[in-house]
């Protein structure tokens, strides 16, 4: 029998966020994750994947893991520091800073693993860490497992992070201070100003810490938002996922070797998490082989999210201040984004509607990720829907 307390708790909380517009139905697909995605037997355009570069179905990528499954079997079975690192680990690992320009890199088993591990790993009680509003939830809650003060500035304000930066600097309460931002925000497209964080860094004896999950495969020719600006060699950490623009799954963190080496020995999810399966890890570095033989897939994603974002724009659509693949059709009331997305949703379109808490209330968007797997007739007919719904609902 359930605990009653815990029964009228969850009723009463899932209903009202049901009444309010807020509830996230989760759909199932029959299939892969590609520019045509099938759920309940519909073929629908699926303009809501992170699957930038196409290469979640690459055959080149599912070649390389059914390889490696033959010679490493299914899992890796153990923690990386007891016996679960691999040859194929220590490959990616050295690819992974070759293409991040960095001397060293480790690899995780996700994109948030990184965040719960890099930053506890380095800051602790006496420190403390200047993050940007709008940052990734996987940085507020790796942040939440340090005992070191944290302090929001304003979203890409350089004059609000300076302002703080000199009062924790000036205030002498503070051994390291770190500054913590998404190298790009995936709710609105914007890309945060790496050259004026670096400056103030360097002017306030900051720790640079970048989290480039969207950026990586996409900006700097593939090479992330740290490349984008030239900036590899002053930035101290650089965080990627493996699951994006690499289309297979896991995290890694770029940066000195000294930095590598301490998180080896110091960071839990490495420690205590069993390894990533070694035909990911292969599916990984026939990724990194492809991105970094041709830029090809990059400048037909930038192609793509050209021609879609002129579209909906021509549609009298709200695309916000994005600068990359990442369009949102900000809609504003919760109810109505959600209603916005159902419909486009029978109209064949998979775009899912992003409402608080990921997004501030009153900012609900729909959110559209055009890949290199997408066809213009693709998107015409897309953008034919969001025409449509839009004269139905007023928008």
Request: neutral net charge; proline residues 3%; glycine residues 10%.
């Amino acid at each position: 029998m359930s605990s009653p307390s815990l029964t009228e708790f969850l009723q009463r909380n899932l209903e009202e966020l049901k009444k309010n517009g807020l509830f996230n139905q989760i759909n199932v697909l029959q299939g892969g994750n590609g520019p045509l995605i099938h759920i309940d037997g519909r073929e629908l355009i699926n303009l809501s994947s992170n699957n930038y570069l196409g290469l979640a179905g690459d055959e080149r990528l599912i070649q390389a893991a059914e390889k490696a499954l033959r010679k490493y079997g299914v899992g890796a079975g153990a923690v990386r520091t007891i016996n679960g690192t691999m040859d194929v680990h220590e490959e990616l690992e050295t690819k992974l800073a070759r293409f991040k320009q960095t001397e060293a890199a480790i690899a995780y088993q996700s994109g948030f693993n990184c965040n719960m591990a890099a930053i506890s790993a380095v800051m602790e009680a006496g420190d403390a860490i200047l993050s940007d509003e709008l940052n990734h939830a996987s940085i507020i809650d790796g942040c939440r497992l340090t005992k070191a003060k944290v302090i929001r500035f304003k979203h890409s304000d350089m004059e609000d992070l300076e302002k703080q930066a000199k009062a924790a600097r000036e205030s002498g309460q503070y051994n390291k201070i770190m500054v913590i931002t998404d190298g790009v925000f995936s709710m609105d497209g914007d890309i945060a100003k790496l050259p004026e964080i670096v400056e103030i860094a360097e002017r306030y004896d900051l720790i640079t810490y970048v989290d480039d999950a969207h950026g990586s495969g996409v900006l700097g020719k593939g090479a992330g938002t740290v490349k984008h600006f030239g900036l590899s060699d002053r930035v101290d950490f650089q965080i990627g996922t493996l699951s994006k623009a690499i289309g297979v799954v896991g995290g890694y963190v770029a940066g000195k070797r000294e930095l590598i080496e301490w998180l080896k020995v110091r960071s839990r999810p490495f420690l205590f998490s069993t390894a990533t399966p070694p035909a990911i890890a292969a599916a990984c570095i026939a990724a990194l082989d492809i991105m970094t033989d041709s830029a090809e897939l990059q400048e037909k994603l930038w192609s793509n999210a050209a021609y879609f974002r002129e579209g909906l724009k021509q549609l009298g659509f709200n695309t916000g201040h994005t600068a990359t693949p990442i369009i949102p059709c900000i809609i504003g009331d919760e109810v109505k984004t959600q209603q916005f997305s159902k419909e486009l949703f029978e109209a064949g379109v998979y775009a899912k509607a992003i409402v608080f808490p990921t997004v501030q209330k009153g900012t609900g968007r729909v959110r559209n990720m055009p890949t290199a797997a997408h066809t213009k007739e693709m998107f015409d007919r897309a953008l034919t829907a969001y025409e449509s719904v839009k004269k139905r609902l007023g928008v």
